[in-house]
């Protein structure tokens, strides 16, 4: 597949994923689709320096909430952060993931 047929395919969320008006706060991602415990969501940050807590959000990356009780982790891999499912979600639940087990603070 060429670089531009990839750039054709682009989804900012995965196809069973949508944004909507969220009950913990403002807007957030919500699943359209049951989705299996341990999948692979998406990426939600990228490693970058020149921002100030060390990483740029993607689309997946600014629109979910915080829960202490998460359905979801943010797993770090490499230059990435990327979302898994912790447990089975049904259509219609919010992707949630427990912010205080992370430091999105940059590292010196």
Do not use: Q
């Given at each position: 597949?060429?670089?531009?047929?990839?750039l054709?395919t682009?989804?900012?969320?995965a196809?069973s994923?949508?944004i909507?008006?969220?009950?913990?706060?403002?807007?957030?991602?919500f699943?359209?689709?049951e989705?299996l415990s341990?999948?692979?969501l998406?990426?939600?940050?990228?490693?970058?320096?020149r921002?100030?807590?060390g990483y740029?959000?993607?689309?997946?990356?600014?629109f979910f909430n915080?829960?202490k009780?998460p359905?979801?982790?943010?797993?770090?891999d490499g230059?990435?952060?990327?979302?898994?499912t912790?447990t089975?979600?049904?259509?219609?639940?919010e992707?949630?993931v427990?912010?205080?087990?992370?430091n999105?603070?940059k590292?010196n």
């Amino acid at each position: 597949m060429s670089n531009f047929e990839k750039l054709k395919t682009f989804e900012p969320l995965a196809s069973s994923l949508t944004i909507k008006n969220s009950s913990i706060h403002g807007l957030g991602l919500f699943a359209i689709s049951e989705i299996l415990s341990e999948t692979e969501l998406g990426i939600s940050h990228v490693k970058d320096d020149r921002f100030s807590h060390g990483y740029i959000r993607t689309p997946l990356g600014g629109f979910f909430n915080h829960s202490k009780k998460p359905n979801c982790e943010a797993v770090y891999d490499g230059d990435f952060i990327k979302i898994i499912t912790l447990t089975n979600i049904n259509s219609g639940d919010e992707i949630t993931v427990d912010y205080t087990k992370h430091n999105w603070i940059k590292k010196n």
